[in-house]
């Protein structure tokens, strides 16, 4: 017997995971003999295995599929009607383990659209009462996230005096306070995001650096900015003894008129004055008018190299050859600049576009050896919803008119994705075939065909010690 199982969780937080390993154990216990899952919220019904286990419900490919309860489910009533629907076309029971739910008895699908109702409404509820502490805060000037020396003490922004770290050489201990105070010093001094930034970790003999993975990490008991995060720091009110709500998102310095501020809330706390904030200012947009000659080169290798040591992204500098003068592209690690990943040694971009060649030439040759890619068909998830949108339309009465252009939406909303999501899987494979198949034919091409090209096919390039260790691909 088939039975699956499917679990959701809304984030990838280490709590949301160990919660997700709970259910899963407790799916495996409920006799499933697969479990499915997704990291996405509640709301989304476009969640990949979620759309996969309708399609074996659909398919009477399982006999039987479980889950823990709505809220795991959805919290959406129109996903909700799509999994009954498909629980009674197929004769397959969907049934749920907390909430005691049978979709296969009308009591049962009663209390699940009862219960998705009171799951929106909770979600709803949460998001009222974050929004009224919010207000809150706003209406007594009270501060919400302290930054880096800073601590918040009912409410109000205090310099953050606990001791944080001890330099080796001096045995001086220092708290956060005073080390954001040197922070602002040495930025006036070195006149630079980057020049501070590489004093600083070799100041302190504290790396910033990025684990594993896409996303820059440090350690929690680590201190580290990054060039972003110095900049927007530098620029933050409450340093000056202001408090500024509305700084989230694209709004960090371009936007400051959409700032709300309110001044002189915590001036015995300030770490920075007025006239500092002006030079830091003037520091700022200073470097940022700064522009390059008006020689654009196109570089087909633009947001593909990145780190084997520390996942970085690499950036490249431009250096003549000697006797000749052609400039060459050198990539290497960025934070290795600033002191954060030990590998100093780079590679020249033509280097990096070979071993890509011959990667790409390689997978073209596999491809080619294999029978002909069938054309790319409609997406289950589409193909489900336009069965939904079939059954309503031929429904009696008027009550499924707002269900009917919900589902139209969605379709629509699918298709332009659809459309916009290029280049396919299987137009990917079409593509390495035409341009590398002919181990000659990629030399034709121009750096702008190049950078198309190498953008659909090349996930990324990892380079180490000088040379390049891996090169992965999306076909």
Same mark, same amino acid.
């Given at each position: 017997m088939r039975i699956v199982g499917y679990t959701r969780v809304s984030c990838g937080s280490p709590e949301q995971l160990h919660a997700l390993e709970q259910q899963k154990a407790r799916l495996w216990a409920a006799g499933c003999t697969e479990v499915y899952w997704d990291i996405q919220p509640r709301s989304a019904g476009d969640r990949d295995q979620f759309q996969y286990v309708l399609g074996l419900i659909e398919q009477k490919a399982c006999d039987r599929a479980v889950f823990i309860r709505i809220d795991r489910m959805t919290d959406d009533l129109v996903v909700l %009607?799509?999994?009954?629907?498909?629980?009674?076309?197929?004769?397959?029971?969907?049934?749920?383990?907390?909430?005691? +739910?049978?979709? %296969?008895?009308?009591?049962?699908? @009663? *209390?699940?659209? =009862?219960?998705? $109702? &009171?799951?929106?409404?909770?979600?709803?509820? &949460?998001?009222?009462?974050?929004?009224?502490?919010?207000?809150? &805060?706003? !209406?007594?000037? @009270?501060? +919400?996230?302290?930054?880096?020396?800073?601590?918040?003490?009912?409410?109000? =922004? /205090?310099?953050?005096?606990?001791?944080?770290?001890?330099?080796?050489? $001096?045995q001086q201990e220092l708290s956060r306070a005073q080390v954001a105070r040197q922070i602002v010093e040495r930025f006036l001094a070195q006149q630079g995001l980057q020049a501070t930034l590489r004093e600083l970790n070799s100041t302190y003999g504290l790396r910033t650096f990025t684990a594993r993975g896409r996303a820059p990490k440090k350690s929690r008991k680590q201190f580290g900015f990054s060039l972003v995060g110095l900049e927007s720091w530098l620029t933050n009110p409450i340093l000056r003894g202001h408090i500024a709500y509305g700084r989230g998102g694209q709004q960090q310095l371009r936007h400051q008129d959409k700032w709300d501020i309110r001044y002189d809330t915590h001036p015995d706390q300030a770490i920075m004055s007025e006239d500092e904030f002006t030079k830091v200012l003037e520091i700022l947009t200073s470097k940022k008018s700064w522009k390059p000659a008006n020689n654009p080169q196109i570089n087909p290798l633009s947001g593909l190299v990145y780190c084997d040591e520390c996942q970085a992204y690499c950036t490249w500098n431009r250096y003549p050859t000697i006797p000749d003068d052609v400039f060459h592209r050198y990539y290497q690690c960025q934070t290795y600049k600033r002191r954060g990943c030990p590998q100093k040694k780079t590679v020249k971009g033509y280097a990096i576009?070979?071993? =890509?060649?011959?990667?790409?030439?390689?997978?073209?040759?596999?491809? !080619?050896? @294999?029978?002909?890619?069938?054309p790319q068909q409609e997406s289950l998830e589409l193909i489900n919803l336009k069965k939904e949108l079939a059954y309503y339309r031929n429904a009696?009465?008027?009550?499924?008119?707002?269900?009917?252009?919900?589902? /139209?939406? *969605? +379709?629509?909303?699918?298709?332009?994705?659809?459309? @916009?999501?290029?280049?396919?899987?299987?137009?990917? *494979?079409? &593509?390495?075939?035409?341009?590398?198949?002919?181990?000659d034919y990629w030399k034709t091409l121009n750096n702008v065909e190049k950078l198309d090209i190498y953008q659909a096919l090349v996930d990324r390039v990892m380079i180490r010690d000088g040379e390049v260790v891996k090169v992965d691909l999306t076909v």
């Amino acid at each position: 017997m088939r039975i699956v199982g499917y679990t959701r969780v809304s984030c990838g937080s280490p709590e949301q995971l160990h919660a997700l390993e709970q259910q899963k154990a407790r799916l495996w216990a409920a006799g499933c003999t697969e479990v499915y899952w997704d990291i996405q919220p509640r709301s989304a019904g476009d969640r990949d295995q979620f759309q996969y286990v309708l399609g074996l419900i659909e398919q009477k490919a399982c006999d039987r599929a479980v889950f823990i309860r709505i809220d795991r489910m959805t919290d959406d009533l129109v996903v909700l %009607e799509k999994a009954i629907q498909v629980c009674l076309d197929s004769g397959i029971p969907i049934v749920g383990l907390d909430d005691d +739910i049978d979709f %296969e008895t009308v009591g049962g699908r @009663l *209390q699940a659209r =009862m219960l998705c $109702s &009171l799951s929106r409404a909770e979600v709803e509820r &949460l998001s009222e009462r974050v929004q009224r502490g919010y207000e809150h &805060l706003r !209406a007594n000037n @009270l501060g +919400i996230h302290a930054p880096f020396g800073y601590c918040r003490m009912d409410g109000r =922004m /205090e310099l953050d005096q606990e001791p944080f770290l001890c330099l080796i050489d $001096s045995q001086q201990e220092l708290s956060r306070a005073q080390v954001a105070r040197q922070i602002v010093e040495r930025f006036l001094a070195q006149q630079g995001l980057q020049a501070t930034l590489r004093e600083l970790n070799s100041t302190y003999g504290l790396r910033t650096f990025t684990a594993r993975g896409r996303a820059p990490k440090k350690s929690r008991k680590q201190f580290g900015f990054s060039l972003v995060g110095l900049e927007s720091w530098l620029t933050n009110p409450i340093l000056r003894g202001h408090i500024a709500y509305g700084r989230g998102g694209q709004q960090q310095l371009r936007h400051q008129d959409k700032w709300d501020i309110r001044y002189d809330t915590h001036p015995d706390q300030a770490i920075m004055s007025e006239d500092e904030f002006t030079k830091v200012l003037e520091i700022l947009t200073s470097k940022k008018s700064w522009k390059p000659a008006n020689n654009p080169q196109i570089n087909p290798l633009s947001g593909l190299v990145y780190c084997d040591e520390c996942q970085a992204y690499c950036t490249w500098n431009r250096y003549p050859t000697i006797p000749d003068d052609v400039f060459h592209r050198y990539y290497q690690c960025q934070t290795y600049k600033r002191r954060g990943c030990p590998q100093k040694k780079t590679v020249k971009g033509y280097a990096i576009e070979t071993a =890509m060649i011959i990667v790409l030439i390689q997978r073209a040759n596999e491809l !080619a050896n @294999l029978v002909e890619v069938e054309p790319q068909q409609e997406s289950l998830e589409l193909i489900n919803l336009k069965k939904e949108l079939a059954y309503y339309r031929n429904a009696p009465g008027t009550r499924a008119k707002a269900l009917i252009a919900d589902l /139209e939406h *969605q +379709i629509q909303s699918h298709q332009e994705r659809h459309n @916009l999501t290029v280049p396919l899987p299987v137009e990917r *494979q079409k &593509l390495l075939l035409k341009v590398f198949k002919d181990p000659d034919y990629w030399k034709t091409l121009n750096n702008v065909e190049k950078l198309d090209i190498y953008q659909a096919l090349v996930d990324r390039v990892m380079i180490r010690d000088g040379e390049v260790v891996k090169v992965d691909l999306t076909v």
